[in-house]
């Protein structure tokens, strides 16, 4: 096998490819020219177009050059989903989603050098094509019965199914053939999901061209009990900090589960086999440690949001349990872990500070006033990491961290925020 196949299969990057012997043959050649697509379906991706990105990453790195591509003619139509028709974005709003993910997804490929990334955007050559010219020169190659065939298509049948969804396939396989034209693209390269999508572009060029190009997607990502990786209680996990804190990404990887994190290390991080595998020996050998979540979790917010950005939520997670000190963070990662905490306001009444067992239970931490007492008695209570033994205690303004925010915290582990507006 080709030596980069080999890598990426070992960190489980490959799930199926079109013929592995001559896509290994095809990268002993010399440079490849490969394309990934990504739809503005949102104004920012998730983590599972991270694995995309990375695999991108990894081939450039290994010689060959990536074209990333922000689909806005394919993001005004919409891959058909298994779940229902998808609501259209107006032109406007698919416009600027394309701006931030163009701006997203060249921190993660190189533009200079021989094998220099390119960023294409499919309305280029969709936009002036007509109706007439799309349906002669891609519609005619393709059979109404394989489309049906297609899985998504054929579970989506009972409820319905609009053309312009059932017709993506063929803008997809367009780009395909419009890339290999263009660029000399002979790999598409994208999620288990694209796998129909992928092959009626390598059938299409073949058809229109007699050329052979390949594909290769990656599987899916899972959690141990089989269910969808990157999703937590709020949601997707976003790339963009505005979306998905730092503090909260970094924190999405330290939770990862024993069973599952050696294999999230080997997509995900650059580390070396020898590094994972001594990091795999440890979780065997010392789970309570985590030492394979840290660095799993160091690695990808260091490769998406910077180390800065990472040293930062370490700090705040480490004052946020008592083992930092919370009037060192500055007010932008104090902003960012009062939202991940779901702060609520709570003013002055009658230009006095609430109590602290007031506070305690307007945070959350506690269900009632009766129990923040409790708490405090009993001497499970803290404000700012300080521990509270006076029930009748008041905040004071010395308490508001940059003027506003205040920590609470039951016990060990049940932190809540305030905001004293």
Known sequence: MNALLDDLAWRGLISTTTDEAALAAHLDEGMVTSYVGFDPTAPSLHIGHLMQLILARRLQEAGHRPLLLVGGATGLIGDP??????????????????????????????????????????????????????????????????????????????????????????????????????????????????????????????????????????????????????????????????????????????????????????????RSRDEIGELEALTREAPFKRAAQHALADDVTDLVHGVRAREAAEAAAAALFGRGELRALDEGTLAMVMAELGAVELGPVDGRLPLVTEALAASGVVPSRSAARRAVAEGGAYLNNRRITDVDARLDEDDLLVGRYVLVRRGKRTVGGLIVP
């Open 81 to 270: 989903k298994m779940t229902g028709e998808r609501v259209m974005n107006t032109k406007e709003t698919v416009a600027g989603w394309v701006e931030s993910l163009r701006d997203q997804v060249s921190r993660y490929v190189s533009f200079e050098g021989a094998n220099a990334a390119q960023i294409v955007n499919n309305l280029d050559w969709t936009a002036e094509m007509s109706a007439l010219d799309f349906l002669r020169d891609v519609g005619k190659h393709f059979s109404v019965n394989r489309m049906l065939a297609r899985d998504v298509v054929a579970r989506r049948l009972d409820e319905g199914i609009s053309y312009t969804e059932f017709s993506y396939v063929l803008l997809q396989s367009l780009d395909y053939a419009a890339l290999h034209e263009r660029c000399g693209c002979t790999l598409q390269t994208g999620a288990q999901d694209q796998w129909g999508n992928i092959t009626a572009g390598i059938d299409y060029i073949r058809r229109t061209t007699g050329d052979v190009v390949h594909g290769l997607v990656t599987p899916l990502l899972t959690k141990a009990d089989g269910t969808k990786f990157g999703k937590t209680e709020s949601g997707a996990v976003w790339l963009d900090p505005e979306r998905t804190s730092p503090y909260a990404f970094h924190q999405f990887w330290l939770n990862a589960e024993d069973a599952k994190v050696v294999d999230y290390l080997k997509i995900f991080s650059s």
